[in-house]
């Protein structure tokens, strides 16, 4: 009943900056909060932000300052917002969406690679 989409990944040098976007689409359910994970070749998965439905924010210590979760109610869409990029947050970026019951949704991945 849940579908997310991302969008935004891309190349881009160290210092730069890159917008993601995360399109949530269905019907029949409500969401909790909305996430960005990233996983690194060879890693595990990494909360990178949280945005509840209150709209309280939160963020890895490896990004604060850095990073920005947003949304959109108008649009369905929740942004994570990338600046002063570095090479170590070369990833696949997830949008997560947090359901009822601890169910959770999970969208494709974008890929986002910082060069140095």
């Known amino acids: 009943q849940v579908q997310l989409v991302e969008s935004g990944g891309g190349l881009v040098q160290a210092g730069g900056s890159l917008r993601l976007s995360c399109a949530v689409s269905?019907?029949?359910?409500?969401?909790?909060?909305m996430d960005w994970y990233r996983q690194a070749p060879g890693k595990q998965p990494e909360l990178v932000a949280t945005?509840?439905?209150?709209?309280?924010?939160n963020y890895a210590d490896s990004v604060k300052g850095r990073f920005t979760i947003s949304r959109a109610n108008a649009n369905n869409t929740v942004y994570l917002q990338m600046n002063s990029l570095k090479p170590e947050d070369t990833a696949v970026y997830y949008c997560?969406?947090?359901?009822?019951?601890?169910?959770?949704?999970w969208g494709q991945g974008t890929q986002v690679t910082v060069s140095s």
């Open positions: 997560a969406a947090e359901l009822p019951d601890l169910i959770d949704y």
């Open positions: 269905g019907s029949g359910f409500s969401i909790n909060a």
């Open positions: 945005i509840t439905s209150g709209g309280i924010t």
